[in-house]
C-alpha cells in the first residue's frame, strides 16, 4: 500500500488527481487524503441543477463539480477531509462499502473515534453521520472514497444542499438529508484537520511498518492538469444536460435511492429517457439509456427491452417491474 501525498484545495484538481490514479496506477493500493475548498460535489447519476440551491452557491462562492462515484450531493471545505483507497477488486460482484472501508474505521478508532457502518454507504458516531462513502469499479479495480466532516461549516452544508423542504414531494431527485456531526469534539487529544490528517495516515499505515509514499512525476501531473481542464473544469461535465421531458417521474426506493426519469417520447416511442438519482452503479447508466432509445412505449415493449440487458448493473438493485411502473405510472390502466 503506497501513499500519494496531495495539496491542492482545488476540488476540479483533486477529482482529477483521484481519477487518474484510479485509471493508471494498477502495480499497487493506493491511498490518498486530501481537501477541497468550498465546493459541492454531486454524484454521477445526479441532475446537479435540482440538488443545489444556485443564488446560495454563487453568493457564497461554492464550485460545483461532478464526481464520477454513484450517490447523493456532498458539501466540502476545508473543515473536511477526503479519503480515497484504490485497491483491487477481489471478484467482487457487488459493492461492498465495509470491506474497502474498514482500514479507516480502524484508523479512526485508533485515534478514539468509535465509527460504525449505517445505512447503504454512511459512517456515524453515536447516532449522527460523519462520512458518507461512494464506490466504483473498473477492469478489476475499486476505488471506495468519502468525506470525514472534522469541523466543517454545517451551516452552510444545510443551506447549499436543500433550499427546499418539500423535496420529496417535488418530481426532481434531492440528496437525502441526514443528522450530520463533526468529529472533532470527540477526538481524545485536540488537533487541527492537517494534523488529524497526519494522524489518521499514520494511523492507516500502521500494520505496514511506516508510510510508503510514491512521488508522481512531472509528465504524471501534466496528465492530471489536463483532464483537470478538460473535463472537472468544464460546465459541461458538473452540469450537463437537464433535458425538457414529457414524462418527468420520480420514486425513493428502499436500499437503492431516489430515481428520477425523464422521457421524451415521439410516434410511440422513446426518443430519449434519462435517469438521475444518488443511486449506485457499477456501469456508465447512459449505456442502458442508449439502449431503452427507439423502443416501443409500451409497458410489454419496454420490458422484453429490459429482459436483455443487466439493469442492475446501471441502477443499484431495482427489479425491472418497478422500473417499469415508474415510467407508466401516470398511464398503467387498461395497458399490457
Known sequence: MKYIRNESTDPAYNLAFEEWVFENLRDDDYVLLWRNDNAIIVGRNQNTSAEINA????????????????????????????????????????????????????????????????????????????????????????????????????SVLSASLNPKKEKFQSKGVKSVASRVTNIRPYMKEEADILT?????????????????????????????????????GTKEWNYGRSPKAQIQNYRYFPGTGGIEIRAQVENNRLKEIFFFGDFFSKDRKEILEEHLA????????????????????????????????LLFEERREGES
Open 196 to 232: 488529524f490528517r497526519d494522524l489518521l495516515l499514520q494511523a492507516m499505515f500502521q500494520k505496514e511498518g511506516g508510510v510508503n509514499e510514491r512521488i508522481l512525476t512531472e509528465e504524471e501531473l501534466e496528465q492530471i492538469q489536463a483532464l483537470r481542464d478538460n473535463k472537472y
Open 55 to 154: 443564488r446560495y452557491v454563487e453568493d457564497h462562492g461554492i464550485t460545483v463539480i461532478r464526481r464520477e462515484t454513484g450517490g447523493g450531493a456532498v458539501y466540502h471545505d476545508l473543515g473536511n477531509l477526503n479519503f480515497s483507497i484504490v485497491s483491487d477488486a477481489q471478484d467482487l460482484k457487488e459493492l461492498d462499502f465495509a470491506l474497502f472501508t474498514l482500514p479507516v474505521m480502524e484508523a479512526l478508532k485508533e485515534l478514539g473515534i468509535q465509527a460504525e457502518l449505517s445505512g447503504r454507504n454512511d459512517m456515524t458516531i453515536d447516532g449522527k453521520k460523519f462520512s458518507g462513502i461512494a464506490q466504483r469499479q473498473n477492469k478489476g479495480r475499486v476505488l471506495n472514497h468519502g468525506t470525514i466532516l472534522f469541523d466543517t461549516d454545517l
Open 294 to 325: 427507439g423502443t416501443e412505449f409500451q409497458p410489454s415493449a419496454v420490458r422484453a427491452s429490459l429482459k436483455e440487458i443487466d439493469i442492475r448493473r446501471f441502477i443499484g438493485n431495482i427489479d425491472p417491474e418497478d422500473l417499469i411502473d
